[in-house]
């Protein structure tokens, strides 16, 4: 919105069309998310406290969660709002990425708010059926790897990019769906399985978008591509602006739900903010990258399937608790270490996966 009318200043102004420049977008559009998130998060938090939608916590879980019943959760609507807001003043509203990402993102929320609306509002301790929830989750997820796959302008878009080296990108063809598919609904699922710590979901989330807009902004520029040897996607570098957005709004929220959190984000923001990186990740062919910079995700995601899959067949379980998270709180370890560790890690994956873009 904003870069239309600062390309029409620019006729008459020259100074105005600095708002071209990708990168300063990115970055003007993570500074309006956090002011917004600082700005309504008492607000949202007073709002969420006065209707009493406070988080119900589980019996059988650590002791010390007891403590937490009644916090505030869905906030993460906070985090959805500064993100479109802030995607929709800075981004170029005719790039098809934009729109792509910014309505997988929001559509996953809105399954994640009717999910907690019937658990905190209409107290269904059940929520969605987890069959209903997949199914919606199948329908925006089937319907964004459709949109990528039709609108797909050059091979590249729809090739699976191997990290580490120039050459070996392997053509999906109509494979390209059920990837992007699996991409999104699980990376989706994989941060709402670790949101279960104060500050343990969204900082990881951050992060991993962070890196994630420096794919961005390398693949959309075809000279940065060649020379790192990565693949380039036209238009796609407009899905920094998008990054921005997401860790300012996550660097929002996370001034209110560090330990001990005043807020919860809920299933609204877990099940949004993970589909966003796996459409990001998919845009941007770095799939397999994804895999790498959020492996937080993914060991929590893999011990919950663990842990079911033992008990089924063995009656026994391999961790005291699943996710991963709570294995470790009740081995004794506090939760703010779990929960800087956590990030360690993260940091450590984050910049590991930087390095693919060099390293092939």
């Given at each position: 919105?904003l870069?239309e009318?600062?390309?029409w200043?620019?006729?008459d102004?020259?100074?105005?069309?600095?708002?071209?420049?990708?990168?300063?977008?990115a970055v003007?559009?993570?500074?309006t998310?956090?002011?917004?998130?600082?700005?309504?998060?008492?607000?949202?938090?007073r709002a969420?406290?006065?209707?009493?939608?406070?988080?119900?916590?589980?019996q059988?879980?650590?002791?010390?969660?007891?403590?937490k019943?009644?916090?505030?959760?869905?906030?993460?609507?906070?985090?959805l709002?500064?993100?479109?807001?802030?995607?929709?003043?800075?981004?170029?509203?005719r790039?098809r990425y934009v729109w792509?990402?910014?309505?997988?993102?929001?559509?996953?929320g809105?399954?994640?708010?009717?999910d907690?609306y019937k658990?905190?509002?209409l107290?269904?301790s059940?929520?969605?059926?987890?069959?209903?929830?997949?199914?919606?989750?199948?329908c925006?997820g089937?319907?964004a790897a459709?949109?990528?796959?039709?609108?797909?302008?050059?091979?590249?878009e729809?090739?699976?990019?191997?990290?580490f080296?120039?050459?070996?990108?392997?053509?999906l063809?109509?494979?390209?769906?059920?990837?992007t598919?699996f991409?999104?609904?699980?990376?989706?699922?994989a941060?709402?399985?670790t949101?279960?710590?104060?500050?343990?979901?969204?900082v990881?989330?951050t992060m991993?978008?962070?890196?994630?807009a420096?794919?961005?902004?390398?693949?959309?520029?075809?000279?940065f591509?060649e020379?790192?040897?990565?693949p380039h996607?036209?238009?796609?570098g407009e899905?920094?602006?998008?990054?921005?957005?997401?860790?300012?709004?996550g660097l929002g929220?996370?001034w209110?739900?560090?330990?001990?959190?005043q807020?919860?984000?809920?299933?609204?923001g877990?099940?949004a903010?993970g589909?966003?990186?796996?459409?990001?990740?998919?845009?941007?062919?770095?799939?397999?990258?994804?895999?790498?910079m959020?492996?937080?995700f993914?060991?929590?995601t893999?011990?919950?399937?663990?842990?079911?899959?033992?008990f089924?067949?063995?009656?026994?379980?391999?961790f005291?608790?699943?996710?991963l998270?709570?294995?470790?709180?009740?081995?004794?370890?506090?939760?703010?270490?779990?929960i800087v560790?956590?990030w360690?890690?993260?940091?450590?994956l984050?910049?590991?996966?930087?390095?693919?873009?060099?390293?092939r």
């Amino acid at each position: 919105m904003l870069l239309e009318v600062a390309q029409w200043l620019a006729t008459d102004v020259r100074a105005f069309a600095v708002f071209n420049y990708i990168t300063l977008r990115a970055v003007l559009a993570a500074l309006t998310a956090l002011m917004l998130g600082l700005l309504l998060g008492p607000r949202v938090i007073r709002a969420l406290a006065e209707l009493k939608i406070g988080q119900a916590i589980r019996q059988d879980g650590p002791q010390t969660h007891l403590t937490k019943s009644g916090t505030p959760t869905m906030g993460g609507a906070l985090i959805l709002v500064a993100i479109a807001v802030a995607t929709l003043l800075w981004a170029d509203p005719r790039n098809r990425y934009v729109w792509v990402v910014l309505l997988t993102t929001l559509a996953f929320g809105a399954i994640g708010w009717a999910d907690d609306y019937k658990k905190l509002i209409l107290r269904n301790s059940k929520g969605l059926s987890a069959r209903t929830k997949y199914s919606w989750q199948s329908c925006v997820g089937l319907s964004a790897a459709l949109l990528l796959y039709f609108t797909a302008q050059t091979p590249v878009e729809t090739d699976l990019i191997v990290p580490f080296f120039k050459s070996v990108a392997v053509n999906l063809g109509w494979l390209f769906i059920p990837l992007t598919y699996f991409v999104i609904v699980g990376s989706s699922n994989a941060v709402n399985l670790t949101d279960g710590l104060d500050g343990l979901a969204i900082v990881p989330t951050t992060m991993v978008a962070g890196a994630l807009a420096v794919f961005c902004y390398a693949s959309g520029n075809r000279i940065f591509a060649e020379y790192l040897g990565i693949p380039h996607v036209p238009g796609v570098g407009e899905l920094m602006v998008f990054c921005g957005a997401l860790v300012g709004a996550g660097l929002g929220f996370l001034w209110f739900n560090a330990y001990p959190a005043q807020v919860f984000m809920g299933d609204v923001g877990a099940l949004a903010l993970g589909a966003a990186l796996g459409v990001v990740a998919v845009a941007v062919r770095q799939e397999l990258v994804l895999f790498v910079m959020g492996g937080v995700f993914v060991m929590e995601t893999v011990s919950v399937i663990l842990q079911v899959a033992s008990f089924k067949l063995t009656g026994r379980r391999i961790f005291r608790m699943a996710p991963l998270h709570h294995h470790f709180e009740l081995e004794g370890w506090p939760e703010p270490r779990v929960i800087v560790r956590f990030w360690i890690i993260t940091i450590v994956l984050v910049l590991f996966g930087l390095a693919t873009l060099k390293v092939r």
